[in-house]
């Protein structure tokens, strides 16, 4: 199975700064048909889960453009250029290169 | 509306079971893969289990193969989790989501909640 780790765990930020969440699987999520499966979630608290970023970079529909994604093979990052205070929540990533899928182990930002 | 509605989730002794259900609605549901991911009380996010559009492909997570099963009605827009011998690790809210043509889980349901205790 692919293990997913994600770093930091926490992340404490003032509002209008910037965060960054790394990312890295332990095999490449590229695959042979050219696209890299991997992605970004935000389950704010007492919510569902919610899709960010679909391929590494192209955020979902409604996803404002301060959050960002990057990467390749197995290094990847999520990248808030401002945060707001609608940002809290826990941030994971997740691959579907192969069965079964799995998420790293989640990144909790709160705002100071 | 796209939406995804989960359902029959509740209190079971350990070694019982529980059939969970998704409706769906606002979308083609036959058109969709659709997957099982569940969170444990504190805890992140596993997946569970996938079913193909048509329902002839499917994959389990390891923690549930030969215990759990996934299926569904394309007639009725429905997903299904069967659940057999349940065991206290199963608590967790579980999420039914849809796959989208970029395999990634797009839209998920509000979450049903499995407890399993004596």
């Known amino acids: 199975d692919i293990v997913m780790i994600q770093t930091p765990l926490s992340l404490s930020v003032t509002p209008g700064q910037p965060a960054s969440i790394s990312c890295k699987s332990s095999?490449?999520?590229?695959?042979?048909?050219?696209?890299?499966?991997l992605y970004w979630y935000l389950q704010k608290p007492g919510q569902s889960p919610q899709l960010l970023i679909s391929?590494?970079?192209n955020r979902f529909s409604g996803v404002p453009d301060r959050f960002s994604g990057s990467g390749s093979g197995t290094d990847f990052t999520l990248k808030i250029s401002r945060v707001e205070a609608e940002d809290v929540g826990v941030y994971y990533c997740?691959?579907?290169?192969?069965?079964?899928?799995?998420f790293g182990q989640g990144t909790k930002l709160e705002i100071k | 509306e796209v939406q995804l509605v989960e359902s029959g989730g509740g209190l079971v002794q350990p070694g019982g079971s529980l059939r969970l259900s998704c409706a769906a609605s606002?979308?083609?549901?036959?058109?969709?893969?659709m997957n099982w991911v569940r969170q444990a009380p504190g805890k992140g996010l596993e997946w569970l289990s996938y079913?193909?559009?048509?329902?002839?492909?499917?994959f389990y997570a390891d923690s549930v193969k030969g215990r759990f099963t996934i299926s569904r009605d394309n007639a009725k827009n429905s997903l299904y989790l069967r659940m057999n011998g349940l065991r206290a690790e199963d608590t967790a809210v579980y999420y039914c989501?849809?796959?989208?043509?970029?395999?990634?889980?797009?839209?998920w349901g509000q979450g049903t909640m499995v407890t399993v205790s004596s």
């Open positions: 997740m691959h579907s290169i192969q069965f079964p899928y799995t």
């Open positions: 095999q490449s999520l590229l695959h042979s048909d050219g696209k890299t499966y």
């Open positions: 989501a849809r796959e989208d043509w970029n395999d990634a889980l797009d839209i």
């Open positions: 079913i193909s559009g048509t329902g002839t492909t499917i």
């Open positions: 606002g979308f083609t549901f036959s058109n969709y893969e």
């Open positions: 391929e590494v970079s």
